[in-house]
Nanobody, 114 residues
């Protein structure tokens, strides 16, 4: 199983960035896919999740700014991040989960700075 995240980057406050995560080795369409983020010294936290049904859930801190989506034909999940703020700076991880199975990507750095 592999989850490969796109390269993050450096973005100015107010800017946008789209992350992608391509999965292989799993039946992608039945997995719940999520994005998490972590800053040094803190726990990894949920950013957004999209279920196999397409239902989405967002952390309060990103509601209205971030959008998670999936393309089952491409085995890929996306995170569109708009109106980025300094506090969005973190290492972003993709996760695939189904019942007791879970798989993580390697993480990609997003830095919001002027």
């Amino acid at each position: 199983v592999q989850l490969v995240e796109s390269v993050g980057g450096l973005v100015q406050p107010g800017g946008s960035l789209r992350l992608s995560c391509a999965a292989s080795g799993i039946m992608f369409s039945i997995y719940r896919m999520g994005w998490y983020r972590q800053v040094p010294g803190k726990q990894r936290v949920l950013v957004a999740v999209i279920r196999s049904s397409g239902i989405t859930t967002y952390a309060d801190s990103v509601k209205g700014r971030f959008t998670i989506s999936r393309d089952n034909a491409k085995n890929t999940v996306y995170l569109q991040m708009n109106s980025l703020i300094f506090e969005d700076t973190a290492l972003y991880y993709c996760k695939a989960s189904l019942s007791d199975k879970e798989y993580w990507g390697q993480g990609t750095q997003v830095t919001v700075s002027s």
